[in-house]
């Protein structure tokens, strides 16, 4: 190519659509919760509770002699207890729902998962407290640890040494909490751990030894870790190394502590701590004028000041000049990307508007913000700006991060106004952030959210991020760029694309065009860095779009989540594509390919081994369990392990007893845009019986269904059986896509479960047939185009909001007349501006409506399964209110559980100090719970 004068065109386009995140079996959960809450159920050395997902029983684990005898009723709705020492991973693997445990568990049980929506955290149970630790815990945390250390020491040494680390850490980090419940001091920013001592220590509590920021004590002063014997380790502040180089030289021996300590210590004793290690770091830069020093020493202030401060959409900090007064005062300024009406702090807030208009005064010493925001500060006096990033992390604020990141980076995508433009962002900047929103809000808890955010939060990052890359495209037409962000596209819309493995191909080629077309035009070293990202790339798709097992293994170092969420906070560590997680995981999944090729290439001759086969089984499911890694990753990775599984199923029913599922469709062909019956058969092809057969459609696309589908009851298919089933449903699209996934037992109790994936076409009308076209459609609300007329009703609507008349207003007729339509239309017509002005509001009206904020919710939606089902969706309400208004729902959630009524929702609104009117909807009659 060098030399030659070519047009380069490249469809990147990857259509973009709402995800549906499978959400926590909060049911499942909740009915574990009753059962443990029983007076008559032990919960001492209760080490892990397996349940299924339909909430049908569970197993019980113990780290004690023997198993503590379950009351009948127990028993009778399928509860089974059992102990540590005798559990085999036959015992719990056949319980598929989620597991609740604590994540050390792994050390004994390397099969059980520890992150995800399969892992629940034991100890974060209302029965055993939030703040404090149970002493039923503190019992179960002590003996557990004896029982890891024991299990140690017995293994052969080569295995020894290898799960040293594991079993190290895993021990420190049941530690913590016993640790810090006996040292409460102000100056704590370290504790060390001998356990060489276990061995002679009676009384676990006393393992650690407290570190305090205390110069001169040498005994207990942070230089005494300079000497690190060979079997301690150290929780600690991360800023440590810093002060003591020698730790540097003991790295997977030392734990960040700060979300532990935050857990047990007061908000005022936190700012002491964090105030005096950023003296300590202050006077270590004046004494030797390292830089690292100063950003520590201001990072540290930065995070005692912001303590129980409001940190909504922050993304500066202007302290004041003097560090002294800044440490010591709380003198600094906090710079909000929007407006800082609805802030709630004490905190003094100015707009980033303000500064860029030069309103505010930037300080001519550091500052702490966002780095795409630091041209614009150090043009208008800042002398250094450090990184605000990593502060909130640290500071246990990693969701108000991501939000912050997402909502700059639309911000910086369309200006909100010329002001903005002064901000000098390119696109790769914006870009940037959009990949961190997205991946902090999919690394993290997803049981941290009500039923539905996760998955909102999560689709709307991606899609954005999408959309950040497609300008990307867009800017680069006509250069080999242009390929490199069209793979990015593909590789980060798995989760949207109907078929995975087609985005993974497209990854691969657009890949290999960009790099081959770098090596054409010889400009490989201009682009070294995407170059690399390509290759990895490249490697990465190929190997779950193939799964060629001859592929080299990649180099992959198993990173924690809490490693991976720092080096997203902090700007100056690149975004890893793909992240050393998948990398782990994928090794895995080659490894399981090479073994199926192995066995599938003696089918032929000789019958395979069906120990290996089932133990390959057990694996790859052991592995769908506990596979975690960033959100898009995470779904091909799941793919690929599912196709395997599948591959393997396959070739146990061909050579042995088991059954044989398949999903056939019996419709061929249905009509665009009609109602109409699809039909469809299950087939048991094996020569066993399926029972607790349970179906589910778990992803369509192309139509509508016009009537839900029934609640799936268990069934039983038997050997050469078919079961009919059908649907209603509206084709809106050419080809319809429907996803059955289905599990079943065999006569042995073992659970399995598959994916069926079908495609049905649709035509449109004949030709020769006229028709008179209805443009009303009957049956779901409707939106957009399809809405007609009412213009009455929505004028005298708008016209009484704009007016703030708050006086209820009732929409009163018969099913199917377009009730729930009216409303969503009205919703539409707040949120959209154009649609506003395209419908003909005077400019007037649409300024009077500009500052409504309309919140959807109907009492359909209420889930009657959770304990309290109308509290629950009073607490929808008002976190959607919350939402909606940028305001912190912490300081009222409480208050609104105090007083969880319709009533109590204005109470606490104004307990919040918020100065806002709230007006309920009265529901009449019988409301549910």
Not at 733 to 755: H, I, N, Q, W
């Amino acid at each position: 190519m060098a030399g030659a004068s070519k047009t380069i065109r490249v469809d990147c386009s990857i259509a973009m659509q709402t995800i549906t995140l499978a959400p926590p079996n909060f049911l499942a959960l909740h009915r574990a919760e009753q059962a443990l809450a029983r007076p008559d159920v032990r919960l001492d050395d209760l080490v892990a509770v397996f349940t299924n997902s339909d909430a049908s029983g569970g197993l019980l684990l113990y780290n004690a002699p023997q198993a503590p005898p379950l009351p009948a009723e127990l028993l009778d709705s399928g509860w089974s207890a059992t102990v540590l020492a005798a559990v085999q991973p036959g015992d719990y693997t056949r319980f598929d729902g989620p597991v609740l445990t604590l994540a050390a568990i792994d050390a004994l049980l390397d099969d059980v998962p520890s992150h995800g929506t399969y892992f629940f955290s034991l100890d974060r149970l209302n029965l055993f407290g939030r703040d404090s630790i149970d002493p039923r815990m503190r019992a179960t945390i002590g003996n557990l640890i004896r029982t890891i250390w024991e299990r140690w020491r017995t293994l052969p040494e080569a295995e020894r040494e290898a799960q040293a680390a594991l079993c190290g850490k895993r021990i420190v980090q049941l530690s913590l909490p016993l640790a810090l419940q006996q040292h409460h001091e102000t100056d704590l920013v370290a504790l060390r751990f001998d356990l060489s001592r276990l061995a002679t220590l009676t009384d676990v509590e006393q393992l650690a030894q407290p570190v305090f920021n205390r110069p001169g004590d040498d005994a207990n002063d942070i230089q005494s870790l300079a000497a690190l014997g060979d079997h301690e380790w150290v929780a600690g502040f991360k800023e440590i190394p810093l002060l003591v180089p020698e730790l540097n030289r003991h790295r997977a021996r030392l734990l960040l502590f700060r979300p532990a300590l935050r857990r047990f210590t007061t908000g005022a004793r936190m700012r002491a701590t964090c105030t005096g290690m950023a003296y300590r770091c202050w006077h270590a830069w004046q004494q030797t004028d390292e830089q690292y020093f100063q950003e520590a020493a201001y990072c540290l202030a930065a995070e005692a000041w912001l303590e129980g401060q409001d940190v909504t959409d922050v993304v500066a900090i202007l302290p004041d000049e003097d560090f002294e007064i800044f440490a010591d005062q709380g003198v600094a300024r906090a710079v909000s990307r929007g407006s800082t009406t609805q802030i709630q702090s004490l905190t003094d807030h100015v707009s980033l508007e303000s500064v860029l208009q030069s309103n505010t005064a930037v300080p001519r010493g550091p500052v702490l913000a966002i780095p795409v925001l630091a041209r614009a500060l150090c043009q208008r006096g800042a002398g250094v700006v450090f990184d605000l990033g990593p502060i909130l992390w640290q500071a246990e604020r990693a969701e108000d991060l991501a939000r912050t990141f997402w909502l700059l980076s639309r911000d910086l995508l369309i200006p909100p106004g010329p002001l903005w433009l002064q901000l000098e962002a390119t696109p790769g900047e914006i870009a940037d952030l959009a990949q961190r929103a997205a991946l902090i809000y999919g690394l993290s808890n997803p049981w941290g959210w009500r039923q539905g955010r996760y998955s909102l939060l999560v689709s709307e990052c991606y899609a954005h991020l999408d959309r950040c890359l497609e300008r990307l495209a867009a800017a680069a037409q006509g250069t080999p760029l242009a390929f490199y962000y069209a793979a990015l596209r593909a590789w980060y819309g798995c989760p949207f694309s109907e078929e995975i493995q087609s985005n993974l191909a497209r990854a691969v080629e657009y890949g290999r065009t960009f790099m081959l077309m770098c090596e054409d035009s010889g400009i490989s070293g201009d682009l070294a860095h995407e170059v690399t990202i390509a290759a990895n790339l490249i490697e990465a798709a190929d190997r779950l779009a193939t799964q060629d097992g001859q592929t080299a293994p990649m180099e992959s170092q198993f990173a924690s989540v809490a490693e991976m969420l720092r080096g997203l906070a902090k700007h100056g560590d690149p975004v890893p594509i793909p992240s050393q997680m998948f990398g782990y995981w994928s090794d895995a999944l080659m490894e399981a390919d090479r073994e199926w090729q192995r066995l599938q290439s003696t089918a032929t001759e000789q019958r395979p081994n069906s120990a290996r086969l089932d133990e390959l089984q057990e694996k790859l499911d052991k592995w769908q369990r506990r596979a975690f890694a960033p959100y898009h990753e995470l779904q091909a990775l799941l793919t690929g392990l599912r196709t395997k599984s599948e591959q393997v199923r396959r070739l146990q029913q061909a050579v042995g007893d088991q059954p044989v599922i398949r999903i056939v469709l019996r419709t061929t062909e249905v009509e665009l845009g009609s109602s109409q019956t699809i039909a469809f058969e299950i087939h048991n092809n094996g020569n066993q019986t399926a029972s607790s057969f349970v179906w589910s459609l778990r992803r369509f696309s192309g139509f509508d269904l016009v009537s839900p589908l029934p609640t799936p009851q268990p069934i039983e298919i038997g050997p050469g059986e078919r079961r009919l089933f059908d649907m209603q449903a509206r084709a809106s699209a050419p080809a319809l896509v429907l996803v059955f996934s289905y599990r079943y037992r065999d006569k042995a109790g073992r659970l399995f479960t598959g994916e069926d994936q079908t495609t049905l076409h649709a035509r449109n009308e004949p030709l020769g047939v006229r028709m008179r076209i209805n443009p009303f459609e009957v049956g779901r609300p409707v939106a957009g185009a399809s809405f007609f007329n009412r213009t009455t009703e929505i004028n005298r609507i708008l016209t009484r909001l704009a007016k703030g008349n708050t006086h209820p207003l009732v929409l009163r007729g018969p099913r199917r007349i377009g009730k729930s339509s009216l409303m969503r239309r009205i919703v539409e017509l707040l949120h959209q501006p154009a649609d506003a002005k395209a419908y003909g509001l005077p400019s007037e009206l649409q300024a009077a409506l500009h500052n409504l904020h309309p919140i959807e919710a109907s009492l359909q939606t209420m889930d009657r399964s959770l304990p309290r089902p109308f509290e629950a969706f009073l607490n929808g309400i008002l976190e959607d209110m919350c939402r909606n208004l940028a305001i912190d729902d912490t300081p009222i959630t409480a208050a609104f559980h105090r007083a969880a009524n319709q009533s109590g929702l204005q109470r606490v609104y104004r307990t919040g100090g918020y100065p806002l009117g709230l007006k309920t909807k009265r529901a009449y009659g019988r409301a549910p719970g």
